[in-house]
């Protein structure tokens, strides 16, 4: 008997036509965390979940997802001093050279706020010897960002020597 499969996926692999880089899996499943806090919410038979309620939450997910895509993940790594403080990103995807910085909306953290942490962030991160890319991930269940695309477009970094992303989600 033939497979009707592609003779790639026959094999167990995938074309290299599907592959995606590293920055757009992370951009993809930033896109797509808030479908997944909404399935996780519902639960066959009413069983209890893991429920999306503040950024320790958002980072044990978005951890969990990382995994299915990373092999070496390392969370809370230490960043060079900036501004007198010394911080730890969020994640780092260690072959990759990838900071996935992840922030959620609340009262008291709104547009400005995550944009002045936002700039500061670039700056640390930019003098960290294994991040060549920055990916901010601001998770905004409630909609408290007005212009989710303005503050996309204000701190977005194209191309060399030092690319970022910020994706606002759901939008």
């Given at each position: 008997?033939?497979?009707?499969?592609?003779?790639?996926?026959?094999?167990?692999?995938?074309?290299?036509?599907?592959?995606?880089?590293?920055?757009?899996?992370?951009?993809?499943?930033?896109?797509?965390?808030?479908?997944?806090?909404?399935?996780?919410?519902?639960?066959?038979?009413?069983?209890?979940?893991?429920?999306?309620?503040?950024?320790?939450?958002?980072?044990?997910?978005?951890?969990?997802l990382l995994c299915l895509h990373f092999?070496?993940?390392?969370?809370?790594?230490?960043?060079?001093?900036?501004?007198?403080?010394?911080?730890?990103?969020?994640?780092?995807?260690?072959?990759?050279?990838?900071?996935?910085?992840?922030?959620?909306?609340?009262?008291?953290?709104?547009?400005?706020?995550?944009?002045?942490?936002?700039?500061?962030?670039?700056?640390?991160?930019?003098?960290?010897?294994?991040?060549?890319?920055?990916?901010?991930?601001?998770?905004?269940?409630?909609?408290?960002?007005?212009?989710?695309?303005?503050?996309?477009?204000?701190?977005?970094?194209?191309?060399?020597?030092?690319?970022?992303?910020?994706?606002?989600r759901p939008s």
């Amino acid at each position: 008997m033939t497979s009707s499969l592609p003779e790639d996926l026959a094999a167990g692999h995938l074309s290299e036509a599907t592959e995606k880089t590293p920055l757009l899996l992370i951009e993809q499943i930033c896109s797509r965390f808030h479908s997944v806090v909404r399935q996780l919410r519902s639960r066959h038979a009413g069983r209890t979940t893991l429920d999306v309620q503040d950024e320790y939450d958002v980072q044990d997910l978005m951890h969990a997802l990382l995994c299915l895509h990373f092999d070496d993940i390392r969370p809370e790594e230490y960043t060079p001093s900036y501004a007198g403080k010394a911080s730890r990103m969020d994640f780092l995807p260690k072959q990759e050279r990838i900071v996935l910085e992840v922030k959620m909306t609340r009262l008291g953290l709104g547009a400005a706020e995550l944009s002045t942490q936002s700039i500061e962030d670039i700056e640390r991160y930019k003098a960290h010897q294994d991040c060549h890319a920055l990916v901010c991930f601001v998770y905004d269940p409630a909609g408290l960002i007005p212009n989710p695309r303005g503050i996309e477009t204000d701190l977005r970094r194209d191309g060399d020597p030092f690319p970022v992303l910020v994706l606002v989600r759901p939008s």
